[in-house]
Nanobody, 123 residues
Framework: QLQASGGGLVQAGGSLRLSCAASGRTFSRYVMGWFRQGPGKEREFVATINWRGSSTYYQDSVKGRFTISRDNAKNTVYLQMNSLKSEDTAVYYC??????????????????WGQGTQVTVSS
């Protein structure tokens, strides 16, 4: 089970940090990802991190602004979002891939999904 939190309303240029807490003992074996779905848009890949936390991969539009990280001792993955833009407005979902496909930008590779947290960036 995945529980995402940390969303909210922020002005353009601001920052937010999303967290995703996972239950269970096998968190450290999963590749973790963040996706988002903006208003009237399809869900899209944002970032992914391998099971050790040693490798990351990002969508081009968030490179240099977003950072994905994980703490396996806390069963938590994070998404630090800086320099936010209005186009980052979306519901953000964390996800887990038990088959450890890395890097994967395809949502069908991910087995488990959190409930989503809303991020709204005002211009």
């Amino acid at each position: 089970q995945l529980q995402a939190s940390g969303g909210g309303l922020v002005q353009a240029g601001g920052s937010l940090r999303l967290s995703c807490a996972a239950s269970g003992r096998t968190f450290s074996r999963y590749v973790m990802g963040w996706f988002r779905q903006g208003p009237g848009k399809e869900r899209e890949f944002v970032a992914t991190i391998n099971w050790r936390g040693s490798s990351t991969y990002y969508q081009d539009s968030v490179k240099g602004r977003f950072t994905i990280s994980r703490d396996n001792a806390k069963n938590t993955v994070y998404l630090q979002m800086n320099s936010l833009k209005s186009e980052d407005t979306a519901v953000y979902y964390c996800s887990a891939d038990s088959r450890r496909t890395f890097p994967s930008t395809a949502d069908y590779h991910y087995d488990y999904w959190g409930q989503g947290t809303q991020v709204t960036v005002s211009s």
